[in-house]
């Protein structure tokens, strides 16, 4: 037996069985009115005849609310809905994405599906949305902030090579990474989200950048880490007197990962896309291994980030991600 022998990833009554479990832990919750009611299950339901299905299709999942009689399912309301793909597909994708370390292209997931690559384009796209992190909580303890330049985005337009982007990225030792498409490395575009993100009792710690020597005041502790003397790493003594490791490298692994990722995989990622793919790439470091969280965990806490998700983005479909 493997992973992939799991029923809900072939059959598509097993699958909606699994994300129902999972979206209404207390039971079917009516799409229009909210109602818990004792809904009745709909079964053996077929969509209408069409030339490609002369018997139509089987309707799974599909329930009539007891209250105000209308029929909805568990992909109403959610990601799912805009797509006509089977759910069964949408879980073997959502699979794909949070188990693989570096991510998976467009490419790979319509080669996988057998679906056409705009779809797969567009599932990776709402996947992304449904991996975002909605916690804003201040980050404490030790926290490492860094920069790193990604290049040769593609511009706005799709086409041609932009501009170097800039990437800040927030890593709580032992914790969670936030990481955010910035302007610029300068302290007007790092200030406001180190500030928001960060508690001041933190211990920040950071490269010898110029931005830091102000920002670093603002916290209770900051500590350099003097990378141009090939410096990587020193033991010190903290504000508190207490010895503390020095070092940056807890988001230089998180960048390692980041731009093998970026490099190999999305080569072609569009600069207004990045936040998706910084979003992609911190859920997945957010509930790591490391942490006690499998590749099926992470799969179920994924999907949990679909109730009430929408895109909110509606641009034009794109080649160049
Ligand atoms: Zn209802």
């Avoid at 209308?70 to 699979?95: D, N």
């Amino acid at each position: 037996m493997s992973v992939l022998n799991r029923p809900y990833f072939y059959d598509e009554a097993a699958a909606f069985d699994h994300v129902e479990a999972i979206m209404w832990p207390q039971g079917p919750v009516c799409h229009h009115c909210s109602s818990m009611a004792k809904h009745y299950k709909l079964a053996g339901v077929r969509t209408k005849p069409t030339k490609k299905n002369p018997n139509g299709v089987e309707r799974h999942g599909l329930y009539k609310c007891k209250d105000c009689r209308k029929q909805f399912t568990v992909r109403m309301g959610t990601i799912f809905e805009e797509s006509h793909l089977p759910l069964h597909k949408w879980l073997q994708a959502i699979h794909l994405m949070c188990s693989s370390k570096k991510g998976i292209s467009a490419h790979q997931l319509h080669r996988v599906l057998e679906c056409t690559y705009k779809t797969a384009w567009f599932l990776a796209h709402r996947i992304r949305e449904a991996m975002r992190s909605d916690d804003f909580t201040p980050m404490s303890g030790t926290v490492e902030s860094d920069e790193t330049y990604i290049g040769r985005l593609a511009g706005t337009d799709g086409k041609g090579m932009g501009k170097k982007n800039v990437v800040l990225t927030l890593v709580e030792r032992g914790g969670k990474a936030r990481s955010f498409h910035v302007a610029s490395t300068t302290m007007k575009a790092i200030l406001p989200i180190v500030n928001a993100n960060i508690t001041k009792e933190a211990h920040l710690f950071t490269d010898e950048g110029m931005h830091y020597r102000n920002i670093g005041k603002k916290f209770e502790g900051h500590r350099t880490v003097n990378h141009g003397s090939h410096e990587y790493g020193r033991y010190d003594t903290d504000h508190r007197g207490e010895r503390v490791n020095v070092h940056t490298n807890t988001v230089e692994g998180y960048y390692s990962i980041f731009k093998r990722g970026m490099k190999g995989v999305y080569q072609h990622c569009a600069e207004h896309h990045l936040h998706r793919y910084l979003a992609e790439f911190d859920f997945r470091y957010n509930h790591r291994i490391a942490l006690g969280i499998d590749d099926a965990v992470r799969s179920l806490l994924a999907l949990k980030g679909f109730k009430g998700r929408r895109l909110t983005y509606r641009g034009p479909y794109t080649s160049q991600a």
